[in-house]
Each structure stands twice: as structure tokens, then as C-alpha cells.
């Protein structure tokens, strides 16, 4: 081996020595150098990053039902090169219960209902679907009565009390009421309370007025029902002034 052949190899091995000692250097000041070096001890710098949340498009997303209630469904679509993408629906408020399709991957539908609101006035809730808000309203008005008859008429009533009976028809089973008298000769007896279809029973006491009449209500889910009961003197035997 020739001398020049020697130098050669000698200032290959110089070069070698000091790239692996700049290669160090580099991994030692760190995972972002600004020569862009990465440092593999940086867990960090290694560790993967998160996904950004899928693209998805749900319909749709404002919905107003009868105060019947009812069932209802939304679509959940996402983008095609997306397809796998994992999403979940929640609902945010009681009235409003999810029946199928509480989670999916890729394109789906949610099933929803909800049942009779008994309240006079809107419900509003929501659900959370694949992140998304839907929002949904129900009409108030759900319970409705009727109560048969509507009024009652006794003669004078002696010192045992007479009693009556009212019907009460709702329009759902769902439907509570009450039944509260109005005057203290007029007592409930039965049926102070009731969901759905019922009866109220109640009892008249002795007017004792002689020469006047006796008027009085019951309040009966809502509606009025009105007793008259007759003085123990008719007017042509009530004695002249």
C-alpha cells in the first residue's frame, strides 16, 4: 500500500470521527433543534398525535313534535374517506329517550321518542349526536277533561246529608287531576285524585238558611261543578216582612 493511499484512508477516517461526534452533539441539545434534529428520548416528540374529529354532517337538527308524542329519526353521515369513523348519541333531557342507534361507526340513524307532555306548556331539550346538537320541541296541551254533569240541583236536605257522584273522562291514562271543594257544606268523599278516566263522589249538607238558597262548587280537574241546594222555605212560604 502505497503512502498516498494511506493518507487517504486516514482523512476518511478524520471525516467519519467527526460526523458521528456532530450527530451526538445534535441528539443532545434536544428534540426541535433548529436544524430540525429530533431527540429519541423525547416521548413526546415520539408519541403519536391525536386524530382530529371526524367530519360528520347529522339532519336534522331542529324538530317540533305534537303533545301526543310521537317517533322520530335523524341521519348521521360522514365523509367517505371517513367512513370509520366511531360517533355515539346522547340525549341531554328525560322526555327525550334515544330507542336505536345510540352509537355507530360511519353513516347511521338515531331512533328517538317521545311520549305524551302532560303540561300546558312547550317542552325543549336536546341530543348530542356525533358532537352535534339537536334540538327538539313538543307542544304543551297534552292532558285534556271533561267532567258529566256539569251541575247538580237538591231540595232542602234534611239532617242527613244526600250525596252525588261526577264523571271524569281524560283525554290520555297519562293525565292526572284532582277534585277540591269550594264551600264547606259540599265534601269529597271519594276520588280526591286520579290519572286517566275517574269519578268523584261527594256529599251535601243541610242548608241552613231557611228562606235562601245554597250555592256552591266543586273544582274537578280543571272544570267547575256547581250544586244548588234549596232553602227549607220556598219563596210563596217564606212569611211576609
Known sequence: MT????????????????????????????????????????TNALSPQPLTSCPVKVSPTNVTLPAKGGSKTVKVKVQAREADCDWTAVSNDPFIVITLGAGGTGNGIVHYAVSLNTNSTELTGTMTIAGQTVTVNQAGGGCGFSISPKSATYGFVGTVATYGTVKVKAKSSLCAWTAVSNESFITITGGASGVGNGRVSYTVAQNTNNYAPQVGTITIAGETFTITESSVLSPVERPAP
Open 3 to 42: 503512502r498516498n493511499s494511506l493518507r487517504i484512508i486516514a482523512a476518511t477516517l478524520v471525516s467519519m470521527i467527526w460526523l458521528v461526534a456532530d450527530c451526538r452533539a445534535q441528539v443532545d441539545t434536544g428534540s426541535n433543534g433548529s436544524d430540525g434534529s429530533v431527540n429519541p428520548t423525547d
